[in-house]
Structure formats: structure tokens, C-alpha cells
């Protein structure tokens, strides 16, 4: 059994995180187990069922907090256990930080992966700074370049690397999220929004996810359908802000704030629609996931991209349209939309290259180098 040491999971189970998990849980473990850095004692997300499945948790501070600490308890950290690795898997949205390739680098790990899971700068300027610069330097440190699309790797690498990137699918686990439509009616019945049409958006609250726009939308569509209701999964920065938005609005008893969930499945099979309208993506797990369990999807034009539609009833809408075109398709798909089939689910995502059974052998035999 070869040990491969990862990092890219933090305390909020968003897509990168979903993306490990999907992974780790659908390879041999007799043959390959993940250990993890993590930049925060807190404890990461899923860390209870890593710890089940037989990975280690490395806990040490983060560079912003404490960077004297942290460079010295890394730095030890590989001195003295690099030699028990195979291989480095480093998940990042930017390339602000890659002391993890040079460590990995200078203590001998011979495999050193970095991944790409974002299209554009999400942090402030001097990351993006940062960014830049380790651009230029990464083909000193890393040995494989990998990408979850190919707007990705266009904003991530630099162009002399382009050919030696691979992109690897954010495959997902289609039977963890097919629509349920026992967990549907629980769940509505517990909101009391049972016979409600309820769109719902997931992920972090934050710029990102233009969820102010999300909410933007609701209102003017809120105007045409009284029985219209909003959740938003997830927990961030911008909740305070959106939050008063809806206050502002007047909506707070059709606007739910659903905060950090783990049943993914529950909150899809609840929705009539997802709407996904981020300002950038790198290849969204959560669009993924909502097509994973059949539901009609309006996403952002130009900005997810093009590979995330797997379905026939996923429509990408311009940003740059008035409010009232997104309202006007919300309306068209209540009236003609459909929710698929788990058997033509199925059968598109394997199809596609996205069902995690398939795609986990693949990458295992990727990490060992097979």
C-alpha cells in the first residue's frame, strides 16, 4: 500500500473538498492512502470519515496567522516523513503558496502534482501578485499539471505548459445525489414549503457566487409567482450583506439561509430549479451535482464552462441580460421544464467522463504512476 500526501481540504465542504472525497471513497485503499496537510488546527471537512478510513491529519498553523510556526513545523514535517510518500497532490484556486512543491522538492518526494481548480483570481491583490510570480517558477517545482477544465488551465498555467496538462473530470457520485423524492417531501415538510416552487443555489457566500444577484433575480421572479421560494445552501463572507439584501427587500419569509449542509441530496431533491449564475468557476462541482440528481439548471453563459452541462435541461443565460430575461426563463422552465430520469442521468454522466466509479480507477492508476 503507497501513501500519497494531499492538500486542498479545508473546514468548509465546498467543491474542492467534494471533489477529494468523491475520489478517496471510490479508490482501493489496500492499495493507495491519503494523508493530509491542513493549514488550521480546526478540523477539516469530513475529517471524522478520513480518520475512519484510515488517513493521518498533519494540523499546523496557517501562514497568515503565524508564519514563523508555520514554516518551522512544515519544514520538519517533510524533513522527517517525506520518505514515506509517494507522491504530492496539491488542490489550490491560485498559486499564492506552493511551499508544499518546494518542501516536497527538496526532501525528495518524487511525484509532485499540482492541480487547478479555479478560472480566475478569487483573493485580493497580493495574492494575485503571488500568483504571477510562482506562474513563472512552477515547472521548477512541480512534475504534473493538472486542470478541472481547460479555462482552468488557459488562467493557471503558463502558456509553455499547456501541453503537458491533463484534465481531470470532477467526477461525482450519481447515486449519492439521484433525486429521492422521500427525502423531497421530508424535507419541504419540515420547511413547510410543500407545495412551493423552490429554486435553490449552493455554495459559498461570496463574490464568487453572485448570490446577490441570485437573490436580485428571486425578487423581480418572487412578483410573477407568490408561491416562488429561495434557498441558499452555504456559509461565507458575504452572508451579513445578503442577508440584509433580502431584508432590504422585503422577502425574508420566502428567502431561506440554509447555512453549512452535508445532505446535499436531501436539498437538491427538495428544489424545483438551480440557479448558478457565478461570475467565474473553474468546473463546478455543484452544477454538477444538481444535474446529478435531475433538476433543470440555469447557469451563467461564458463563465462555467461549457463542459458542466451534461444534461438536456441545463440552459446558460448571458450575465450581461436584464434581470427580466433571467426571470422570463425561470418562468419558461417552470411551464416546459422536466427533471431527467435517473437512467438517462446515469447514463449521460458516464457518458461524459463524470461518474466517480469510472474515473477513480483512472486517477489512482494517475497517483501511482501505473
Known sequence: MKRILVFGMTENPGGVESVIMNYYRNMDRSKIQFDFLCNSYNPIAFEDELVKMGAAMIHFPARSQNFFSYKKKLNRFFKEHAKDYVAIWVNVCSLANIDYLILAKKYGIEKRIIHSHNSQNMDNWLRGILHKHFKKKLEQYATDFW???????????????KNQ???????????????????RNDLRKKLQWENEYIIGNIGRLHF???QKFVINVFAGAEKKMPDARLILVGQGEDEKALKEQVKQLGLENKVLFAGKQYNIQAWLSA????????????????????????????AAEKVIPMEVRINSNFKFLNLNLPVSDWIEQIMIMRTNGHRESYETVRKSFIDHGYEIKNEAAKLQRKLLGE
Open 165 to 183: 496538462v491533463v484534465i481531470i473530470n470532477n467526477a461525482i457520485d450519481v447515486d449519492a445525489m439521484a433525486y429521492n423524492e422521500k427525502l
Open 208 to 210: 464568487q457566487k453572485n
Open 271 to 298: 428544489f424545483d430549479l438551480f440557479l448558478f449564475p457565478s461570475l467565474f468557476e473553474g468546473l463546478s462541482i455543484a452544477a454538477l451535482e444538481a444535474q446529478a440528481n435531475g433538476l433543470p439548471v440555469i
Open 147 to 161: 486542470s478541472c477544465s481547460e479555462d482552468a488551465s488557459t488562467w493557471f498555467y503558463d502558456a509553455k505548459l
